[in-house]
């Protein structure tokens, strides 16, 4: 089945500095790659998604990259703010009926 | 617009129990799916839903249990629960099934379930 490995597992950035999150894939016939932001006591929220025929998208402060050759993709987010404090997800998925498989999530803390 | 709604949102279950969470996804969506998420992971797939028809299947054993209903509701249940079970239970909705083109999956707030 697809494998999906998140880093770094905890990342603490200076309030308006950029944060930069990164996962790695095995499974070459991966075709979507969403990014979700949990807050404490709150379900997954979608927050931007790629897919394999686009090696970049960018939404405002945020931006997604994906090298498929390598198999990585990576979220940016630029001018990091207080709320953006939260748990960060990849995610994944091959275009079957397997759901999506998501990495073990990264910790993000942006220090004032 | 109402978003993907869950209920209950936290419950407890005595071990050997069974339970049942209800999910209703997006007015106009078509599929829901769950997942379980242990504290301090990544959601993990457990069933999808289409149509009314089981279309996915994560690797959990037979005493998880799904159903969709024909106004695209749906229903987990687990049977004889273990310690294990604990987890939050999160429901996802999307237009069509995942993995067809520009389908996006949107997540309830999630059941929390504590099994002693």
């Known amino acids: 089945g697809e494998n999906v490995e998140q880093h770094p597992s905890t990342l603490s950035v200076q309030e308006g500095d950029s944060a930069v999150i990164k996962c790695t894939y095995s499974d070459s016939a991966s075709n979507y790659f969403p990014w979700y932001k949990q807050e404490l006591g709150k379900g997954p929220q979608l927050i931007i998604d790629?897919?394999?025929?686009?090696g970049e998208k960018k939404d405002q402060r945020i931006a997604v990259t994906l090298n498929k050759t390598a198999k990585h993709f990576s979220l940016h987010i630029t001018e990091t703010q207080p709320e953006d404090s939260a748990v960060y997800f990849c995610a994944l998925s091959g275009g079957g009926a397997d759901g999506l498989t998501f990495g073990k999530g990264t910790h993000l803390i942006i220090q004032p | 617009d109402a978003g993907v709604t869950q209920s209950p949102t936290h419950l407890i279950k005595t071990r050997g129990q069974h339970v049942t969470l209800r999910c209703s996804p997006i007015s106009g969506h078509k599929s829901v799916s769950w997942y379980q998420q242990v504290l301090g992971q990544g959601p993990q797939f457990i069933f999808q839903?289409?149509?009314?028809?089981?279309?996915g299947r994560g690797n959990f054993p037979d005493r998880f249990s799904a159903r969709q209903f024909p106004n695209y509701s749906s229903e987990l249940n687990v049977n004889a629960l273990l310690l294990g079970d604990s987890a939050l239970y999160l429901c996802?909705?999307?237009?069509?099934?995942?993995?067809?083109?520009?389908?996006?999956?949107?997540f309830g707030q999630g059941t929390r379930l504590t099994v002693v």
């Open positions: 790629i897919r394999s025929n686009v």
């Open positions: 996802a909705s999307s237009s069509q099934a995942l993995g067809a083109l520009n389908t996006e999956a949107f």
């Open positions: 839903y289409y149509e009314k028809e089981e279309r």
